[in-house]
């Protein structure tokens, strides 16, 4: 909502003209903040289940089925769509997180069809596609380490999600080329750490775009995520 406050100045010839004082709204605030906790969300969904899944937590033969639509969606075109609110934002930073890992997200959803419908095979650590799947996570590791960084002069809480991302994907990229069943375990177990400071760090943002203030630490630095 906008409010304006209304005063009046004396002129030249003593008459006296209204004076409009320039509006105080909070819609910039939560037209900032709205791709970053949108692509948070989208982020903490697809990497929560993928998370859980690596780690063991749940997971069958029915899962690419199952899995696919909702990677797809959540992870890959919500993140898609924070991506470009950001790119038109000119914030770089939002823009790289959330553009790379709906890419990813597409990618994965993309791969689970051509499984479901017998087009590739499942992957399965140590045999046949797992190499060139571990493959996938190196330059995602490379970018989400670089994304880290750069959040370090924007938002502490913004760091807590990027930096278990990045070690995830390196543990991934290792656990699927090497191939290591424990290093595919903590992928899972930092993807989830991942996902739960998203979900933190979404709902601080979101509750400040309410509230108009912090409500939950964040360790901001810089502009909104």
């Known amino acids: 909502m906008t409010t304006s406050t209304r005063s009046r100045t004396a002129t030249g010839n003593g008459r006296v003209a209204p004076r409009y004082a320039a509006p105080e709204t909070d819609d910039a605030a939560v037209a900032a903040a709205a791709p970053g906790v949108l692509g948070l969300f989208g982020l903490f969904t697809a990497t929560v289940l993928y998370g859980g899944g690596l780690a063991g937590w749940w997971g069958g033969s029915g899962t690419p089925i199952l899995i696919f639509p909702f990677t797809v969606m959540l992870g ?28 990813f997200w597409l990618a994965f959803g993309l791969y689970e069809l051509l499984v479901t419908t017998r087009r590739l095979p499942l992957i399965t650590s140590g045999r046949g596609v797992a190499f060139d799947f571990g493959m996938w996570f190196v330059p995602l590791a490379a970018i989400t380490a670089a994304t880290a960084l750069a959040a370090i002069a924007r938002s502490l809480a913004l760091v807590a999600v990027l930096a278990p991302l990045a070690a995830a994907s390196l543990f991934a990229a290792v656990g699927y080329t090497a191939p290591l069943r424990w290093s595919l375990t903590l992928a899972g177990w930092l993807f989830v750490v991942s996902a739960a400071a998203a979900w933190y760090l979404g709902a601080a943002l ?20």
Do not use: C, F, N
């Not at 979101?206 to 995520?225: F, I, K, M, W």
């Open 76 to 103: 890959g075109l919500v993140q898609l769509v924070a991506a470009l609110s950001a790119l038109r934002a000119r914030d770089a930073l939002t823009a790289a997180v959330h553009g790379i890992w709906s890419g």
């Open 206 to 225: 979101l509750l400040e775009s309410q509230h108009g203030r912090a409500v939950l630490p964040t360790g901001r630095r810089g502009s909104p995520t």
